[in-house]
């Protein structure tokens, strides 16, 4: 099956630093990724969607100049999160459309996320 | 406001039994259903999807139904194992447009199969 990998899978950071979030596809090719994140007990959120060769699409809300979004590659986007704050401390997951297998367009395969932590 | 709900934030089951997890949304112009398993720590496993355009769609011990009249669907596991016990989300997508690809996702049930 399609294989999404995350690195790190975990950081902790000092407040005002910026951490950088890599989302690969490992055996496929995403032109569309996207960005979620997952406070405790709660739903994933849609932060943003990343088309390779283009800019980010981010949801209402989302701060576009924090939440860095390059897509350079059919099988890698990166979330970098600036001068990152305490309140940025949660789960970032992406996830990658896998557009060459024949399933539906709206299958997404997720990574195993990344859990920020910002002192 | 929250497009894509799962009422029961729990759901106990004895192993052997089916496990029949619920949801419900508001947004009629969601085409596209699917169904994910968490674990801790980790990202979503997609489980199982369905179109508007079915009623059913049955891929082993998982079948989902949709009632596209009540804005409802419905995951069913049967036999549950214990190996099932994990957050499932609910989740729905809506054709073309900005909104391409793009999915909501219900709070997630956490479902625990017992021995």
């Known amino acids: 099956g399609a294989v999404v990998s995350q690195h790190p899978s975990w950081v902790i950071c000092k407040s005002g630093t910026s951490v950088k979030i890599e989302c690969r596809s490992l055996d496929f090719q995403a032109t569309t990724m996207f960005w979620y994140r997952q406070f405790p007990k709660q739903s994933l959120m849609l932060m943003a969607t990343?088309?390779?060769?283009?800019?980010?699409?981010?949801e209402q809300g989302v701060e576009k100049d924090k939440f860095l979004i390059n897509h350079a590659s059919l099988t890698l986007s990166t979330l970098t999160v600036t001068s990152a704050h305490p309140e940025d401390s949660s789960f970032y997951i992406c996830?990658?459309?896998?557009?060459?297998?024949?399933?539906?367009?709206?299958?997404?395969?997720f990574g195993p996320g990344t859990r920020l932590t910002v002192l | 406001d929250q497009q894509v709900k799962q009422n029961s934030p729990s759901l106990s089951v004895q192993e052997g039994r089916i496990s029949i997890l619920n949801c419900d949304y508001t947004?009629?112009?969601?085409?596209?259903f699917l169904w994910y398993k968490k674990y801790p720590a980790e990202g979503p496993t997609f489980l199982i999807s369905i179109s508007s355009i079915k009623d059913k769609n049955e891929d082993g011990r998982f079948t989902v139904f949709l009632n596209k009249s009540a804005k409802h669907l419905s995951l069913h596991i049967v036999p549950s194992q214990p190996g099932d016990s994990a957050v499932y989300f609910c989740?729905?997508?809506?054709?073309?447009?900005?909104?391409?690809?793009?999915?909501?996702f219900g709070q997630g049930t956490i479902l625990t199969v017992h021995p």
């Open positions: 996830s990658a459309r896998d557009v060459g297998s024949g399933s539906h367009r709206n299958e997404q395969f």
């Open positions: 989740a729905a997508s809506a054709d073309g447009g900005t909104s391409y690809g793009k999915l909501t």
């Open positions: 947004n009629s112009m969601f085409d596209y």
């Open positions: 990343s088309n390779e060769g283009s800019k980010a699409t981010y």
